[in-house]
């Protein structure tokens, strides 16, 4: 099992651009996430989902989009990339409800110039 | 509202000397609590949950609800220990359907040989 995955591993964008960036996992959760890591101020979270058809808003997600179609995809879009939104992206999943441990993918480090 | 608080951005310790990661927290109801790690290139992982009261690679954290600490300790740090270590809470959303972490700043440790 492959268990949580991202891609791509790399972006750069130009300010103004819109993106996706995919996460899937097979590990049958209902519940995933999309965090950001910047340096000093930890991960926070962008969106959230509790299953398919369902997702909610994080600590910080103005700028970004998500939807759920299934359960096994949770994809995050930017719709106008800006520098600030440089940043690694971590896609995270939990069992039900999301008690418990989370699985993180790998990341994706985007960079908007 | 509820917060985690990592004290120390960077610790440094040399090989065989114990070492503590202070991690307070602010929550108003009943805590769950995690230490998650990142070594150099890899993804997040769990390292332990202060509902399973286990050790793990050496580390152990006890839950202090008196002083909201979750200290993770090991009384005598390896060099392969060196990562980024990240106090996390886990805290019902407001609709009551499901659980969110919140992520500390997190503390970069480096055990120098």
């Known amino acids: 099992n492959a268990g949580v995955t991202q891609t791509p591993k790399f972006q750069v964008l130009k300010t103004g651009q819109s993106m996706t960036l995919q996460c899937a996992q097979d590990?049958?959760?209902?519940?995933m996430s999309w965090y950001r890591q910047d340096p000093g101020m930890g991960l926070r979270l962008i969106h959230y989902s509790v299953g398919a058809g369902i997702t909610d808003q994080g600590e910080v997600p103005n700028g970004y989009n998500v939807s759920r179609s299934t359960t096994e995809d949770f994809p995050l879009r930017l719709l106008s990339a800006a520098p600030s939104q440089t940043s690694v992206y971590f896609c995270?999943?939990?069992?039900?409800?999301?008690?418990?441990?989370?699985?993180f993918g790998p990341g994706t480090r985007l960079t908007v110039l | 509202a509820q917060r985690v608080t990592q004290p120390e951005k960077l610790l440094s310790v040399f090989k065989g000397a114990p070492v503590e990661l202070k991690c307070n927290y602010s929550?108003?109801?009943?805590?769950?609590l995690f230490w998650y790690v990142q070594y150099s290139r890899q993804r997040l992982q769990l390292l332990l949950r202060h509902i399973s009261r286990e050790s793990i690679k050496g580390f152990t954290a006890d839950l202090n609800k008196g002083e909201t600490s979750f200290h993770l300790k090991k009384p005598f740090a390896q060099e392969e220990d060196s990562a980024m270590y990240y106090c996390?809470?886990?805290?019902?959303?407001?609709?009551?359907?499901?659980?969110?972490?919140?992520f500390g700043s997190g503390t970069q440790l480096t055990v120098l040989p």
């Open positions: 996390a809470l886990s805290q019902i959303i407001s609709s009551g359907s499901a659980r969110q972490l919140t």
């Open positions: 590990m049958n959760h209902e519940y």
């Open positions: 929550y108003s109801g009943s805590p769950e």
């Open positions: 995270a999943t939990n069992r039900a409800g999301g008690y418990g441990e989370q699985f």
